[in-house]
Protein backbone atom coordinates (compact mmCIF):
# COMPACT_ATOMS: atom_id res chain seq x y z
CA UNK A 1 0.00 0.00 0.00
CA UNK A 2 1.19 3.16 -0.59
CA UNK A 3 1.37 6.20 2.12
CA UNK A 4 -1.55 7.85 1.40
CA UNK A 5 -3.50 4.35 1.84
CA UNK A 6 -2.15 4.01 5.00
CA UNK A 7 -2.41 7.41 6.21
CA UNK A 8 -6.38 7.24 5.23
CA UNK A 9 -6.74 3.69 7.20
CA UNK A 10 -5.00 5.15 10.47
CA UNK A 11 -7.15 8.16 9.86
CA UNK A 12 -10.37 5.83 9.83
CA UNK A 13 -9.01 4.32 13.15
CA UNK A 14 -8.26 7.26 14.81
CA UNK A 15 -11.35 8.93 13.97
CA UNK A 16 -13.38 5.70 14.99
CA UNK A 17 -11.86 6.22 18.50
CA UNK A 18 -12.48 9.79 18.83
CA UNK A 19 -16.37 9.62 17.80
CA UNK A 20 -16.41 7.24 20.50
CA UNK A 21 -15.24 9.12 22.89
CA UNK A 22 -17.72 12.02 22.13
CA UNK A 23 -20.97 8.99 21.80
CA UNK A 24 -19.84 7.89 24.96
CA UNK A 25 -19.90 11.93 26.30
CA UNK A 26 -23.00 12.30 25.32
CA UNK A 27 -24.43 9.21 25.68
CA UNK A 28 -25.50 8.41 22.36
CA UNK A 29 -24.25 5.54 19.96
CA UNK A 30 -21.15 6.49 17.74
CA UNK A 31 -22.66 7.78 14.41
CA UNK A 32 -21.34 5.47 10.76
CA UNK A 33 -18.33 6.42 9.28
CA UNK A 34 -18.16 9.98 7.58
CA UNK A 35 -17.33 10.89 4.13
CA UNK A 36 -13.31 11.18 4.16
CA UNK A 37 -12.84 11.58 0.27
CA UNK A 38 -14.33 11.50 -2.82
CA UNK A 39 -11.85 8.78 -3.90
CA UNK A 40 -13.50 5.29 -3.56
CA UNK A 41 -10.46 3.55 -3.04
CA UNK A 42 -9.49 6.42 0.04
CA UNK A 43 -13.29 5.90 1.88
CA UNK A 44 -12.87 2.07 1.55
CA UNK A 45 -9.49 2.34 3.21
CA UNK A 46 -10.79 4.69 5.85
CA UNK A 47 -13.71 2.76 6.83
CA UNK A 48 -11.55 -0.56 6.95
CA UNK A 49 -9.69 1.79 9.59
CA UNK A 50 -13.07 2.54 10.94
CA UNK A 51 -14.01 -1.01 11.54
CA UNK A 52 -10.86 -2.71 12.84
CA UNK A 53 -11.42 -0.35 16.16
CA UNK A 54 -11.74 -3.18 18.50
CA UNK A 55 -13.73 -3.35 21.30
CA UNK A 56 -10.69 -3.33 24.04
CA UNK A 57 -9.44 0.25 21.79
CA UNK A 58 -12.57 1.39 22.19
CA UNK A 59 -12.95 1.03 26.10
CA UNK A 60 -9.07 2.20 26.73
CA UNK A 61 -10.10 5.31 24.67
CA UNK A 62 -13.17 5.51 27.27
CA UNK A 63 -11.48 5.11 29.95
CA UNK A 64 -7.67 5.70 29.67
CA UNK A 65 -5.09 4.57 32.36
CA UNK A 66 -4.31 6.26 35.58
CA UNK A 67 -1.22 8.42 35.45
CA UNK A 68 1.33 6.97 36.48
CA UNK A 69 2.13 7.55 39.95
CA UNK A 70 6.21 7.70 39.24
CA UNK A 71 6.16 9.74 36.43
CA UNK A 72 3.88 12.38 38.73
CA UNK A 73 6.49 12.04 41.76
CA UNK A 74 9.56 12.95 39.10
CA UNK A 75 7.31 15.73 38.24
CA UNK A 76 5.68 17.42 40.73
CA UNK A 77 7.88 18.58 43.55
CA UNK A 78 5.04 19.54 45.63
CA UNK A 79 3.39 16.01 45.62
CA UNK A 80 7.00 14.33 46.76
CA UNK A 81 7.06 17.21 49.64
CA UNK A 82 3.81 15.65 50.93
CA UNK A 83 4.95 12.44 50.61
CA UNK A 84 8.08 13.63 51.94
CA UNK A 85 9.95 11.56 49.16
CA UNK A 86 13.43 12.44 48.33
CA UNK A 87 14.25 12.74 44.74
Known amino acids: MGANWDWSQNQG ?3 RLEAEVLA ?4 TKCSPPPLHS ?4 M ?7 W ?8 HRAINPP ?8 R ?6 ELLRINS
Not at 24 to 27: E, R, S
Not at 66 to 73: Q, S, T
Open 13 to 15: KQR
Open 51 to 58: HSVTPAEI
Open 38 to 41: HDGT
Open 66 to 73: PPNIGDAL
Open 75 to 80: HNHKLR
Open 24 to 27: HKAG
Open 43 to 49: QVLFEQG
